[in-house]
Structure formats: C-alpha cells, structure tokens
C-alpha cells in the first residue's frame, strides 16, 4: 500500500484518541490543541488531522448507513433471517473490498498493493465465495429437509385416506416437487 500518513504513524492509543475527540463532537483545532499537550514533540499538520477526521468521518457515516440498511433488511425478513442475513453480510464485506480497492491516500493518489496485501485481498475473495456457497448449501439442506417433513406429513394425510402407494407417490411428486423414488 501506498505510504502511511504521519497520523496513521501515530501510536495506537492516539489514533484511538483522536476518534474518541471526534465521536464527542471536538472540532479538529481542539483535538491537534489536546495531541499537542499529551505529545508537545507531535509533529502532525491541521490539515493532517483535517483528512485523518474526513476518513474518519466518512468510515463512520458508511458504518451507520451499513448498519441501517442491515437492520432494515433484517427487520422485512421476519424472525429467520439467517440465509438473507449471511448474504447481506457477504454483500455489504464484497462492497467493502471493492472500496478499499478504490482507496486513496492522503495526496490523492490512488493507493497500490504491494504482493502481501495482494494476496491478502484475494484470500478475502476467496473466503466471500466460500462464504456464499456454504450459504446455498444452508439453503438447499434446509429445502431438502421441508420438502421430507411435507412429504412424511402428506402420506400420513393421503393413507389415512385410504389412497394407493402409487397414487400417494404421484401427488407427492406432482403437489411437492419431490422427485419419485
């Protein structure tokens, strides 16, 4: 990746500083004023800070507006969400990646991986494929699963009935989809 910013240089508790400020409201003269007294040696810019509060800021705004698009979703789905859920999940980390791909640095330079975030980046694809087909198959068992219990329910109903064997396995196939034996 391209080179870091001095902020991003900073050590961790700082950084971590600077977003508690920010999350409080501090503007960016008030936060460089409190980095100054904790570090007077500190040697970072306003305008520094400036871009490191917009990444901030905009990270966060794309946080909230992730998590509401999630919970609205989440909430049309009824109380078994969990297929839709891993799929909005695979989406919303497949948006995320194809970001950090569009990232740029402080100057505005378009940012370059290097081999190791590379193959990095490529493993995390990986992992989202993997992530949707164990998804389908989720899917497809718990399909295959329904589609038993109605038809252990439909011969119950059928022979109670008093309709042939062959009769019950035609409406099974035809009314449940289940393929004859």
Do not use: C, Y
């Amino acid at each position: 990746m391209g080179r870091l910013s001095k902020i991003d240089r900073l050590p961790s508790e700082l950084k971590e500083l600077i977003g508690r400020l920010r999350d409080q409201g501090r503007s960016i003269d008030d936060i460089l004023t409190k980095l100054q007294e904790l570090e007077p040696d500190l040697d970072v810019s306003r305008s520094g800070l400036g871009r490191h509060v917009q990444k901030i800021d905009a990270i966060g705004s794309r946080l909230r507006e992730s998590r509401a698009i999630a919970e609205a979703v989440i909430a049309k789905l009824g109380e078994n969400p969990d297929n839709r859920t891993a799929r909005l999940n695979i989406e919303l980390m497949h948006s995320n990646l194809m970001s950090l791909l569009a990232a740029q640095d402080d100057d505005g330079e378009a940012i370059q991986l290097d081999a190791k975030e590379a193959m990095f980046l490529a493993g995390a694809i990986k992992d989202l494929a993997s992530a949707a087909k164990t998804d389908q198959d989720r899917e497809l068992k718990i399909r295959q699963e329904v589609a038993k219990e109605a038809a252990k329910i439909a011969d119950k109903v059928i022979g109670a009935a008093g309709i042939s064997a062959e009769f019950r396995e035609k409406a099974k196939a035809d009314i449940l989809g289940i393929a004859r034996k």
